[in-house]
């Protein structure tokens, strides 16, 4: 039972370790270090490839995600619609802080 009970231990510190030293917190959303920006509509061109993460601050929601090349314009204004908001994430219009995250490709396998 003892044996047991570390063996838990040990592997739930390497999890939490883990989860807070790399590219995210320990709630899931990437660090503050990627923050790019926020809005309900936002338009985004890179210098490097990387992956874009939409958060809704408030609840923690990851809300969405999209791979974007180097030097390549993408644009997403679907979050303007309060009735979308509310249908597919749960989250009240008035209520929402959309945040931008963007990881480089070159620091995306950090653990």
């Not at 039972?1 to 030293?21: E, H, R, V, W, Y």
């Not at 990627?34 to 809300?63: D, H, Q």
């Not at 995600?65 to 979050?79: E, P, R, V, W, Y």
């Amino acid at each position: 039972m003892k044996n047991t009970q570390i063996a838990l231990l040990t592997i739930s510190s390497l999890f939490i370790g883990c989860a807070s030293t790399g590219n995210f917190t320990h709630s899931g959303i990437p660090k503050e270090k990627y923050y790019i920006g926020g809005g309900f509509s936002y338009s985004v061109t890179p210098e490097e490839s990387g992956m874009l993460y939409v958060v809704e601050k408030n609840s923690g929601k990851l809300l969405k995600t999209h791979h974007i090349d180097a030097n390549k314009g993408f644009s997403d204004h679907t979050l303007t619609s309060p009735e979308l908001l509310k249908s597919q994430y749960g989250v009240e219009h008035t209520e929402a802080k959309i945040t931008l995250y963007f990881i480089p490709d070159n620091e995306s396998n950090k653990s």
